[in-house]
């Protein structure tokens, strides 16, 4: 096979194995950082039809609850970004996941490697990422979330794997066709654990490099996961009965979640935009989130102990 047609099939193996991660359609910017080009894209997506309007993947619709979630994938960018190096030691080992039998350990591993992955491929490390693709292919199997991706959803991503813009609609449809397949199987806490194992690992690493890499622009990443664990509780709070290791695991974000209402937020209202012809409208207020590193500290205690009882 030429070189450059398999490195391309590596990076939409990798493509689509951070569209399961986002099972529970939780990929989301704020509205105010979106960039002209950002903003045609959506109105063209939801403009495609009335159907894509109401699923739009930006928003997640739970119990009647309408909330979003950022992508773990972008926390892994940010840290490439901010000039920190590649560091393997923080993922947690391929090794370990043979030891994941229980549907609740793999699913909320599935997230966890998932991540793990957008984190090694963002630093090129194709090596680590044979291993760990290799992780995520037989839990996707176990989990039976591989039946998702049809071959022309594949086709589809293959021809548009160096178009942005393209490849971002693919990404959203398919994000609705992985929800709907799990609701219509009646699997919704699998998504649910997914999301929360990604979730969890994601501010895993940011708060290990923090400890490493003292930085504000990190401390106010950090900051800015107050709303989504909110949501994320939101989310598991249903299953809170379905066994010992939910109630642990819900019972400690919401510990985790009264450390992060100690974080200041400021608030600065800006008319929003609306784009009635689409149903969009972009919201221009600004908030800005006051965190001490005294705080911090304690996030990332409580954290690493939802990291080590999650991976065990």
């Known amino acids: 096979m030429p070189e450059k047609n398999s490195k391309n099939r590596i990076r939409l193996i990798i493509v689509f194995l951070i569209i399961i991660v986002v099972t ?49 994938y972008q926390i892994s960018l940010i840290l490439h970004e901010s000039g920190i190096s590649y560091n393997k030691e923080l993922l947690n080992p391929s090794r370990k996941a043979s030891d994941y039998v229980t549907n609740f350990s793999r699913a909320i591993n599935f997230g966890v490697y998932g991540v793990d992955l957008g984190y090694i491929n963002i630093y090129q490390q194709t090596q680590d990422a044979a291993s760990y693709f290799a992780v995520l ?68 690493v940011l708060t290990q490099e923090m400890k490493n890499n003292p930085h504000p622009e990190l401390m106010q990443r950090i900051a800015e996961q107050k709303r989504p664990l909110e949501n994320l509780i939101k989310l598991l709070i249903p299953y809170s009965e379905d066994s010992e290791s939910y109630k642990y695991l819900i019972e400690n974000l919401i510990q985790l979640a009264y450390t992060f209402d100690e974080i200041i937020e400021e ?7 609306d784009f009635p012809k689409n149903k969009l409208t972009i919201v221009n207020s600004k908030s800005k989130l006051i965190i001490t590193p005294k705080l911090t500290s304690v996030i990332t205690e409580k954290i690493e102990k939802l990291h080590t009882f999650v991976t065990q």
């Open 24 to 72: 529970s359609l939780f990929y989301f910017r704020k509205p105010s950082d979106k960039t002209n080009d950002e903003v045609k894209l959506i109105e063209d997506l939801m403009a495609s039809s009335v159907k894509a309007e109401q699923e739009n993947s930006n928003i997640f619709h739970f119990n009647n609850i309408l909330f979003s979630l950022p992508s773990p």
């Open 137 to 204: 292919k037989i839990l996707s199997l176990d989990l039976g979330i591989h039946k998702v991706l049809n071959q022309n959803i594949v086709s589809r991503a293959e021809a548009n794997i160096d178009n942005r813009d393209s490849l971002m609609v693919i990404v959203s449809e398919t994000y609705r066709n992985i929800d709907k397949y799990l609701k219509n199987n009646k699997r919704e806490e699998t998504g649910a654990l997914i999301l929360a194992g990604g979730w969890i690992e994601s501010v895993y």
């Open 267 to 273: 608030y600065e209202y800006i008319p929003s935009k």
